[in-house]
């Protein structure tokens, strides 16, 4: 063998060699942030590839890994030459997109993975971060939800789509907030639905539920805390305020009584007396519910919201026998009569009529309201003219809310009656 022959053949020795030599594997890199669920392409593929392959591919995901995207693209072209139908390929690319913000990209390599192998675990996992960066929470949410449901899901999946549940149950909660009554309410099932344990969304959603009077849907939403909440402030005044919407204003008054006494919240103590009264009212004939309700007071409203408003004139005793009239057989009859009896109303002496359906308006209403301090002998009344009297006794004078000739309406002569009834005491 010449001397050149033997120069060849060493020559094509070493390129062979040079050839056969594997470049060193890049070092593992341990992603952070939201990266971390990138999982590697090849979980869920079902392909495998011949070794010197499959060492490029890992070269290649490691480059991915630490972010070297030229020389992770320059290894999975490598890999395309020999394997171009190996759908990690394109999970990989996708990977690459994701990270560097090509969302639009990336779900386009994941969906056509996707259709090559719907249940491809890698891409669905990307499909669902994909979502997770567009703010798609609830997409996002399913999706995990989906994956996290399959015999092989990544050991991750339960926790983020917990975490997911958990921005979504915020997201919901934040929203509800400022929304209008109807569309609070839905958002508020909705959070409770991703969070069932939350106390504070649950106070509030029966809260809202109170003040469109569905009491019995605002109880059903309190139940659950009856077991882990059930001595806090709000929780108790919820089921009083269901209790008061179905008529069972004793077990309410109880519920109050203690909220009251255990807070010394004055709150607590204004709604009970509003209870009290509700009951009281509750427990009224007809015709004293009609006079409350009136929009602007008769004579006839008068005395009978005089009479069950004021003890004084309810049990006043050694009365005189009233005049006659003949126009009062109507509803109230007997406190009209009672009203002429104490001298509040006078009987025409020519025609025996005291008029009960003439309307009361603010001017003579202020009068009447007097007139009933000082012919029950108020202390705060004695020896001041009428015009004065009401001012001494801490009436409001009705005057200062409707003009003269403006009616009253009952609510409004029932506040002002109490009033009545507390200086007569």
């Known amino acids: 063998m010449n001397r050149t022959k033997i120069v060849m053949l060493l020559a094509v020795a070493v390129l062979a060699a040079r050839c056969t030599t594997t470049a060193p594997m890049p070092p593992a890199v341990t992603p952070e942030g ?6 590697d392409p090849r979980v869920g593929a079902n392909q495998s590839l011949a070794a010197p392959e499959a060492s490029r591919f890992e070269a290649a995901w490691r ?17 395309r030459m020999k394997a171009p139908d190996y759908l990690p390929l394109l999970v990989a690319e996708a990977a690459i997109d994701i990270r560097n913000g090509r969302l639009d990209e990336a779900r386009e390599k994941v969906v056509q993975a996707q259709e090559r192998v719907p249940e491809y675990t890698a891409a669905r996992v990307y499909e669902a971060e994909i979502a997770v960066r567009e703010r798609r929470t609830r997409v996002a949410y399913e999706l995990y ?69 569905q009491f019995d849907e605002a109880r059903k939403e309190v139940d659950p805390l009856l077991n882990v909440a059930a001595d806090r402030a709000e929780v108790q005044e919820i089921l009083a305020e269901v209790e008061v919407g179905r008529g069972r204003f004793q077990e309410a008054i109880v519920r109050y009584d203690r909220l009251a006494r255990r807070t010394k919240n004055a709150r607590y103590e204004r709604r009970l007396e509003e209870i009290k009264q509700e009951w009281s009212s509750a427990n009224m004939p007809g015709h004293y519910r009609d006079a409350l309700n009136s929009a602007a007071i008769t004579r006839s409203d008068l005395a009978i919201l005089l009479y069950w408003t004021v003890p004084s004139i309810r049990f006043a005793q050694n009365l005189g026998a009233p005049p006659i009239a003949i126009d009062v057989d109507g509803p109230g009859r007997d406190e009209i009569i009672r009203a002429i009896a ?23 209403f202020a009068t009447h309201l007097a007139r009933v301090l000082t012919l029950r002998g108020a202390p705060c009344a004695k020896g001041l003219s009428s015009d004065r009297v009401l001012a001494a006794c801490g009436v409001t004078d009705p005057h200062t809310l409707f003009a003269s000739d403006a009616g009253v309406p009952g609510r409004d002569a029932q506040r002002a009656l109490e009033q009545v009834a507390k200086a007569l005491q």
């Open 145 to 213: 939800r989906d994956i996290a449901a399959q015999p092989n899901a990544p050991d991750f999946a339960t926790a983020r789509a917990n975490e997911l549940a958990g921005l979504l149950f915020n997201d919901l909660l934040a929203a509800a907030q400022s929304a209008p009554e109807q569309e609070s309410i839905r958002l508020l099932r909705e959070a409770l639905a991703f969070n069932t344990a939350a106390i504070e969304p649950r106070i509030l959603l029966a809260q809202k539920l109170l003040a469109l009077k």
């Open 342 to 364: 104490i001298g509040l109303f006078d009987v025409d002496p020519i025609t025996r009529r005291v008029s009960p359906g003439r309307a009361v308006p603010a001017s003579r």
């Open 34 to 39: 939201e990266d971390r669920y990138l999982i």
């Open 63 to 79: 480059y991915i890994l630490a972010g070297n995207e030229a020389e992770a693209r320059r290894a999975l072209g490598d890999v």
